[in-house]
């Protein structure tokens, strides 16, 4: 595939798609044979028609233009379409209005089924083309009655045709489909980063150019990122965006100056209308690929295209960082989201639990807001693990099972602990961020905690002094070696420090220092 072809949609959503099992087609006779009665052709034509009726004009262009109609059977309208991402979208938010749209077209209830078919898609979308090109034919499928979009649509078809929008291929094609707005739960840490997003989507390359927003992990910042990218694909299906994590960045970069592609890169990156890198603070001390996102930076921003970045520090933390991405990160918006708030804390648990279908009782949400405080991750995690605890042992939810099942929580860690387990009580204890311990600055403060999660990071993980090393900034085996027998000798020194790094232990794997 071309990498500069838009993907009409991001990718599934990596969990969960089981929640739609309804939309795939049960293999049993009703669904296999036509209803004779309906002339498949013609009933998608009446039915694009209603659709375009009962929605905007930019929802239809990015989820039914490439969709078909499959058949319809007596109790079925089956639809495909691209990706399963559109079928979990479509299934989410567009099934009732499907379902009163066949009513009103094929006189009779049926339930919606969708599967994917992208071969199919495809066509539909070369036949709507071929229709927008030939206003004859349009003319003819225009149903009696319906407002005539035709015209705007077609000229935006053409546009589209010429230079088609969406998410190009070469994003980071896993968007997920819950990362919406309206999941997004609004609290006084995160308001202005909400707001902002929304505003940066609403007019993008306008309002806030660049729109930077930083704050640490699980305090929802790709779900902004997200949420931001599916309000332009619905409001602007012509303009070209581009999403991905800075790591992909980085290693396209890499890639193009092995293969000597350089010329390629950058028509990608700044051929866009949109640019999203998440997590851009991972260009910390990679100099040769902040030269190149300087310029990618400057020709987007002097296009009027929209920029949008998220980090873990604000722009002048992060290491080694040159002074004029610094200053050019803080042309636009820079807005910072706090860990939450005890009552947002609350509103999430009890939206977290709605939505997989359970009300969960105010002294259970309380007892789980209180324990897990500063990570929205580790805190749906929690709400996830003791519906599931509840509904496989048929206990009810009450605060005894919610210790029971989150023993871990209440207590010490279980399990093998990750290496963002680590990070995240180091930091949090020390008060430093990852970007710190991963930069080169050496004032105590800061290289101490570093070497302590070094040491941490060798006593339980299983990776190598090498590996270690390169999660901390890329710094050599013999580093890392230094930081270990470092901290075992200040540990059998100073109780202090002793007890410290045993309660670490303790958290992280249950087993203290000296065990
Ligand atoms: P970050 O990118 O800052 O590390 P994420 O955006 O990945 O954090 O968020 C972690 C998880 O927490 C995601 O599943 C996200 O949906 C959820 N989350 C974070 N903040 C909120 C919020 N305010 N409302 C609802 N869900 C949230
Ligand atoms: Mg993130």
């Known amino acids: 595939m071309n990498d ?16 739609q099992a309804d939309a795939v087609p049960q293999q049993d006779n009703e669904t296999l044979s036509n209803d004779p009665d309906v002339d498949i052709t013609t009933a998608w034509d009446r039915l694009r028609q209603d659709l375009k009726r009962r929605i905007l004009p930019e929802q239809y262009e990015t989820w039914f233009r490439r969709s078909a109609l499959v058949r319809v059977t007596d109790g079925a309208v089956v639809l495909a379409v ?38 199919l898609t495809l066509k539909a979308e070369a036949a709507q083309r071929a229709e927008v090109d030939d206003p004859a034919s349009a003319a003819a499928t225009h149903a009696p009655g319906a407002p005539n979009h035709s015209s705007a649509q077609r000229a935006s078809a053409t546009t589209r045709a010429d230079r088609p929008g969406g998410l190009m291929v070469n994003s980071d094609v896993s968007l997920n489909s819950k990362y919406t707005f309206d999941n997004f739960v609004v609290g006084p840490c995160n308001r202005f980063g909400h707001a902002a997003a929304m505003g940066a ?15 640490q992990v699980g305090v929802g910042k790709t779900h902004l990122l997200q949420s931001l990218c599916y ?27 092995e293969n000597g592609d350089l010329t390629e890169f ?4 700044r051929n866009v209308d949109v640019l999203v890198v998440d997590d851009i603070h991972l260009l910390a001390n990679k100099e040769r690929t902040q030269e190149e996102f300087f310029h990618t930076f400057n020709t987007l921003y002097n296009n009027s295209k929209q920029i949008v970045l998220s980090s873990d520090s604000p722009p002048k933390d992060i290491p080694t960082l040159q002074e004029r991405l610094v200053s050019r990160f803080k042309w636009g918006m820079v807005t910072e989201i706090e860990p939450p708030c005890y009552e947002t804390r609350m509103a999430i648990v009890k939206r977290k639990s709605r939505e997989r279908g359970c009300d969960m009782p105010d002294d259970v949400a309380q007892l789980i807001a209180e324990h897990v405080t500063r990570n929205v991750r580790e805190l749906e995690g929690a709400v996830t693990r003791l519906l599931g605890y509840s509904s496989l042992t048929g206990k009810r939810i009450v605060p005894d099972l919610a210790r029971e099942a989150l023993r871990d929580i209440f207590q010490v860690r279980r399990g093998a602990p990750s290496m963002n387990d680590i990070i ?38 299983n990776h190598s002094l090498e590996e270690i090393g390169g999660y901390f900034g890329g710094r050599d085996h013999s580093t890392v070696l230094h930081a270990v027998n470092k901290i075992t ?8 420090c002793h007890s410290t790094v045993d309660g670490f232990l303790r958290s992280l794997n249950g087993a203290g220092l000296d065990t």
């Open 4 to 19: 500069t072809e838009p993907l009409s949609t991001p990718n599934p959503p990596s969990v969960e798609n089981t929640a």
């Open 82 to 119: 691209q990706n399963e991402f559109a079928r979990d979208w479509i299934g989410r938010y567009y099934r009732d209005m499907l379902e009163q749209a066949v009513l009103s077209t094929l006189g009779t209830k049926r339930r919606i089924e969708i599967v994917i078919d992208p071969e």
């Open 201 to 215: 989507g609403e007019s993008p390359g306008k309002t806030y150019n660049p729109f930077f927003l930083h704050g």
């Open 231 to 257: 309000l332009i694909l619905e409001r602007f299906p012509d303009y070209r965006i581009l999403y991905l994590s800075c790591e992909t960045f980085v290693n396209h970069f890499i890639s193009a100056l």
């Open 266 to 269: 950058r028509g990608k990156y």
């Open 424 to 461: 995240e009580v180091v930091t949090e204890h020390y008060g430093v961020k990852l970007s710190d311990l991963q930069s080169k600055k050496r004032t105590n403060s800061i290289a101490f905690p570093r070497q302590v999660a070094m040491f941490l990071a060798r006593r339980i993980t």
């Open 489 to 496: 000798r200040v540990t059998t020194e100073d109780t202090h």
